[in-house]
């Protein structure tokens, strides 16, 4: 596509449920990026991909959180048993080789937990 | 990863050149600078890279003194809608394991 795609743009869950948020890159974009954002502040580095492989999940804050990449393109972010502070608008973001600071961004899903 | 220090926010009027200084003291020899502007309800969108001396397109300049340990980002002739989040970044951009850092950014405010 033109650009990166994230679905869906705006997700609300009740306290406790599964979500799924999903992250279409550029084609033919080798590194994927998940970040977090809350209001106020910058993006918040969660993980990032090269190919289907996570290169460095060191931003995942706890075991609620999974993502996975399976053919090196589309991404999907896990949050299982969601907490009010889960709340936030998460980015996803690619570039066309890794560790590249050249990255596209998506226009994000705004996930509110209530 | 080095650290970058930038102004929390900035004021200035329409016409005006804005200047950007961020400090990045730890900086690494392979590291490149780069910004990011982001918009109300937007992803950042990349602006400018460089890694010394002067870089310049078509939106802004990057100047970057010999030492590196700062950078300054110049937008001529601001207009209102030059109102937004301004990130700068440090990071090696040809390692494969080198990940994308932001900070808190600066954000700018253009008035009529």
């Known amino acids: 596509g033109a650009g990166v795609s994230q679905t869906p743009s705006n997700k609300v869950t009740e306290k406790g449920k599964y979500v799924e948020l999903r992250c279409d890159p550029i084609?033919?974009?080798?590194?994927l990026y998940w970040y977090r954002q809350s209001l106020g502040q910058g993006p918040e580095f969660l993980i990032y991909f090269q190919g289907t492989g996570a290169a460095d999940d060191s931003g995942l804050p706890n075991d609620r959180f999974f993502a996975v990449r399976p053919e090196g393109s589309v991404s999907t972010l896990k949050i299982q048993r969601t907490e009010r502070g889960d709340s936030a608008v998460y980015l996803c973001?690619?570039?066309?080789?890794?560790?590249?600071?050249?990255?596209?961004f998506g226009q994000g899903t705004r996930l509110t937990v209530v | 990863l080095a650290k970058t220090t930038q102004p929390i926010s900035m004021d200035s009027y329409e016409g005006q050149e804005v200047n950007i200084t961020c400090s990045h003291n730890n900086i690494a020899t392979n590291d490149y600078i780069t910004w990011y502007q982001q918009f109300p309800s937007q992803g950042p969108r990349f602006i400018i890279q460089?890694?010394?001396t002067k870089v310049t397109n078509e939106v802004a300049s990057l100047f970057i003194p010999a030492d590196r340990k700062s950078s300054t980002l110049s937008l001529p002739r601001v207009s209102l809608s030059d109102t937004a989040v301004y990130y700068c970044l440090v990071g090696d951009n040809r390692s494969s394991a080198s990940k994308i850092i932001f900070g808190s950014g600066t954000r700018l405010s253009i008035r009529p």
């Open positions: 973001a690619s570039s066309s080789q890794g560790g590249s600071t050249e990255a596209f």
């Open positions: 084609s033919g974009h080798t590194a």
């Open positions: 460089g890694y010394k």
